[in-house]
């Protein structure tokens, strides 16, 4: 299994500023990814986490927006950039661990912005 | 592209009662099911996951899950519910060429009621 640290678990901030969202992992993972769940709706996955390189984004999600960071195979960063009220979601990191099919969560963090 | 649908947002029911999430999926191509569970506060918690075999697949906290290929469903099932088992559950799909890559349902919230 894999235990995943998520911070900050929440946070209200300003429109037009940047947060970014730390996750870290008890154990080297295979592969590591953020997801967002807009209110009401089900999770959408942003990115895909690379270690060393540039994270692989899904369709609708860019980099300017979104950047990401994974210097290592335990820990990843997630900027929201520029933000808007239209961001206020709960973000959350994602590991697949190198034994099995299995992907574990963080407990997410809930961001509201005024 | 696939997608999930659970098509009912909240499900009340009685302690000690029987209980059946839906989950229907787009497309009838080889993919991995999944049952994920969110209690408050909690990240997300993996209940059970179809992967291949038999298609009855039996998971943690007494919960269990059909895999219809023909009728594209993959309905989680529970004899007898506790309060406990009040949280948000989320059924997601992955094909199996992209394994680690997965769309999720909006969620249905089990509300379990003494």
């Known amino acids: 299994s894999a235990v995943i640290s998520q911070k900050p678990s929440r946070d209200i901030c300003q429109r037009g500023t940047s947060l970014t969202i730390q996750c870290q992992v008890d154990?080297?993972?295979?592969?590591m990814f953020w997801y967002r769940q807009q209110p009401g709706q089900s999770l959408t996955l942003i990115a895909t986490?690379?270690?060393?390189?540039?994270?692989?984004?899904e369709s609708g999600f860019v980099i300017d927006k979104f950047p990401i960071s994974r210097p290592n195979l335990t820990f990843s960063t997630l900027t929201v950039s520029n933000m808007s009220p239209e961001d206020s979601s709960i973000y959350l990191c994602?590991?697949?661990?190198?034994?099995?099919?299995?992907?574990?969560f963080g407990s997410g963090t809930q961001l509201s912005v005024l | 592209a696939q997608s999930v649908t659970q098509l009912d947002s909240q499900v009340p029911v009685f302690e000690e009662a029987p209980v059946e999430l839906r989950c229907n999926y787009s497309?009838?191509?080889?993919?991995?099911l999944f049952w994920y569970v969110q209690y408050p506060n909690q990240g997300l918690q993996l209940l059970l996951k179809?992967?291949?075999?038999?298609?009855l697949v039996k998971g943690i906290n007494g919960f269990e899950a059909e895999f219809n290929k023909s009728q594209t469903s993959f309905h989680l099932r529970k004899p007898s519910v506790h309060i406990s088992d009040t949280a948000e559950y989320f059924c997601?799909?992955?094909?199996?060429?992209?394994?680690?890559?997965?769309?999720f349902g909006s969620g249905t919230r089990l509300l379990v009621r003494p």
């Open positions: 994602s590991v697949r661990t190198t034994t099995n099919e299995k992907l574990f």
């Open positions: 154990s080297q993972v295979t592969m």
């Open positions: 986490a690379n270690q060393g390189s540039e994270a692989t984004y």
């Open positions: 497309s009838s191509v080889s993919v991995y």
């Open positions: 179809y992967l291949s075999g038999s298609t």
């Open positions: 997601a799909v992955s094909d199996r060429g992209s394994s680690y890559k997965l769309i």
